[in-house]
């Protein structure tokens, strides 16, 4: 299981929401919601990388091992951001091969095929990334988190600039990985209709003493 216990993150000493603790099982997608400006990005980069100025306080434990405080979940996560942010001077499966260092040439270039398949961009694994529109952008950098089989994967509204088909597309390859691979999944979005309908959710309240 993936357990927060009373989980939250200050920036510069100030507290930015109430705690929240949750626990997920192998398969499952929680997804945090709230106001832009609370912290919920904050929270998905504090999981992966130490930041000046930022604590992670509470704890995170994974499979019944307390999170590392330095590498935290990086060695076994990939986050899918609300930009696509791809590489110019690669293709479309150069990009999505850099999370594949751990596979041989024959096993990338299988994954990679699959994955392009299943998100609608067949034949494309050569392509200029950059000659894409940004929804097609979009399902590169989720494929790119998809192919190692991450045990984590972190969602940083990743659907907020999709249309609906594409939306739909992307949010099926995604929600059906984490199921099929037994990992957890970590979405946080403004929009409702974009949690898995058997997921579990939590909406984040500004910081108060009392809380």
Request: hydrophobic share 40%.
């Amino acid at each position: 299981m993936l357990i927060f216990d009373n989980v939250s993150v200050k920036r510069s000493g100030r507290s930015l929401f109430d705690p929240i603790s949750f626990a997920l099982k192998p398969g499952q997608i929680f997804t945090i919601q709230g106001p832009s400006g609370l912290g919920k990005s904050t929270l998905l980069q504090a999981l992966i990388q130490p930041e000046d100025s930022v604590e992670l306080s509470g704890q995170v434990t994974m499979d019944g091992r307390a999170m590392d405080p330095v590498e935290r979940l990086a060695p076994c996560s990939q986050t899918v951001f609300q930009d696509p942010l791809l590489f110019s001077h690669l293709s479309i499966g150069a990009n999505i091969a850099l999370s594949l260092n751990r596979f041989d040439q024959a096993q990338r270039t299988a994954r990679i095929t699959a994955l392009l398949e299943q998100l609608g961009l067949a034949g494309m694994i050569a392509g200029d990334p950059f000659q894409l529109s940004r929804g097609q952008m979009m399902r590169v950098s989720v494929a790119r988190a998809l192919a190692p089989h991450p045990k984590v994967i972190l969602l940083d509204e990743p659907f907020s600039a999709l249309d609906a088909l594409t939306r739909q597309q992307v949010q099926s390859a995604l929600f059906e990985q984490i199921k099929t691979d037994l990992g957890y999944g970590i979405l946080v979005t403004h929009h409702s209709e974009d949690r898995p309908p058997d997921g579990e959710s939590v909406c984040l309240m500004p910081f108060s003493s009392g809380g």
